[in-house]
């Protein structure tokens, strides 16, 4: 959440929070986190909602199939709004993917909504485990096909080729379009690379732009907030959001609970 906000006001959006679970971690992991009430989600976000309008939707960790449920209840409200899904998967206790069926239903009732869903490699094929054929090994392709023909729009599967120094995340469209960006390696551990990314998408495509605009936008600036990145604890190395505004920005920690 603190890292979303501080992408979306990089990007001169304002951002509308609703938490829907606490997580207990530092720089190096999460370690545990704790479901925040399902009714008490949903209402802070009508709440919100119909105080002022929006201009995008970014999904991040779900906690349960009932929060599942509920967000994608709102969400259908706001059909005309850009839908970003990055859930956060692989970053949770016990690689966020133990549950089943909080996998399935983000596949089942989130993915069909989504405009762009964020997924890397590896959570990819823990949500293709759902529909292969035991033993079936699929390709990046296929499984692909299999979100955009239930209705998302476009699949962003990150970490897709590395090749020397270089890196990619692809873009695939519902009609077989498929869009690849590269960049160059980063040595180091960072934490939210993936989150400042799908944050940035969010922010400009709340902006007016389209998905693949927004895609290389966002990767230039992650890119950019990578580069600068600190590390302020013991853990991984922390982007710098606002290196545009604060490229030497010094590594002053505060503490607000």
């Not at 960790?61 to 259908?76: D, G, K, R, T």
């Not at 600190?230 to 607000?256: C, D, E, H, W």
Request: net charge negative; aromatic share 6%; with cysteine.
């Amino acid at each position: 959440m603190q890292a979303d906000v501080a992408t979306f006001a990089a990007h001169g959006c304002h951002a509308l929070s609703i938490t829907t679970a606490l997580l207990v971690s530092d720089s190096a992991r999460v370690e545990e986190w704790h479901e925040v009430d399902t009714g008490v989600m949903a209402d802070q976000a009508r709440q919100v909602l119909e105080d002022m309008p929006i201009a995008a939707v970014k999904i991040g960790a779900i906690a349960s199939i009932e929060q599942a449920a509920a967000i994608a209840e709102i969400v259908s409200d706001y059909a005309e709004v850009p839908l970003i899904v990055d859930p956060f998967l692989s970053a949770l206790p016990d690689s966020g993917m133990s549950d089943e069926d909080i996998v399935a239903s983000i596949r089942q009732i989130l993915a069909p909504q989504a405009t762009v869903l964020q997924l890397s490699q590896s959570e990819l094929g823990r949500m293709a485990e759902l529909w292969r054929e035991a033993g079936v090994e699929g390709s990046l392709e296929t499984d692909v096909a299999e979100l955009t023909a239930r209705g998302c729009q476009y699949v962003l599967v990150t970490g897709t080729s590395s090749e020397g120094h270089k890196r990619a995340n692809t873009l695939f469209d519902r009609d077989d379009g498929v869009t690849i960006i590269d960049w160059q390696h980063l040595p180091g551990h960072f934490v939210g690379a993936g989150t400042t990314l799908s944050g940035a998408i969010a922010a400009l495509m709340a902006r007016g732009m389209d998905a693949i605009e927004a895609l290389r936008a966002a990767q230039d600036y992650t890119y950019g907030a990578l580069l600068h990145a600190q590390r302020f604890g013991m853990g991984k190395l922390v982007p710098n959001r606002f290196y545009r505004i604060l490229p030497q920005a010094g590594s002053t920690k505060a503490s607000k609970t």
